[in-house]
């Protein structure tokens, strides 16, 4: 099993930047890949960035330019920085982990409010 806590979340004004964490614990060496994904109010669950063992990223168009996702391995923690915040990006982030065997579990998420 795996487990992860999300931390970093808050409020910040329009075009300001924060940096989520994702730590892990339990069968690290289980994980294939760490995502990040977001569900605004009455919105579904969506993808926002990945990040694998082998270190490819990829990024939810939406993203592309602004958000960062990064890991220390080390500290067994998963990074998203983002940058230049809109509105639209107000949601709870949740960190995703895939392991190798195919299954997946959740954190309990982190909210991020995007308000001038």
């Known amino acids: 099993q795996v487990q992860l806590v999300e931390s970093g979340g808050g409020l910040v004004q329009p075009g300001g930047s924060l940096r989520l964490s994702c730590a892990a614990s339990?069968?690290?060496?289980?994980?294939?890949?760490i995502n990040w994904y977001r569900q605004a109010p009455g919105a579904r669950r969506e993808f926002v960035a990945i990040i694998t063992t082998s270190g490819s990223t990829n990024y939810a168009d939406s993203v592309k330019g602004r958000f960062t996702i990064s890991r220390d391995n080390a500290k067994n923690t998963v990074y998203l920085q983002m940058n230049s915040l809109k509105p639209e990006d107000t949601a709870v982030y949740y960190c995703?982990?895939?392991?190798?065997?195919?299954?997946?579990?959740w954190g309990q998420g982190t909210q991020v409010t995007v308000s001038s």
């Open positions: 995703n982990a895939v392991l190798k065997a195919g299954n997946n579990y």
């Open positions: 339990g069968s690290i060496a289980s994980i294939f890949a």
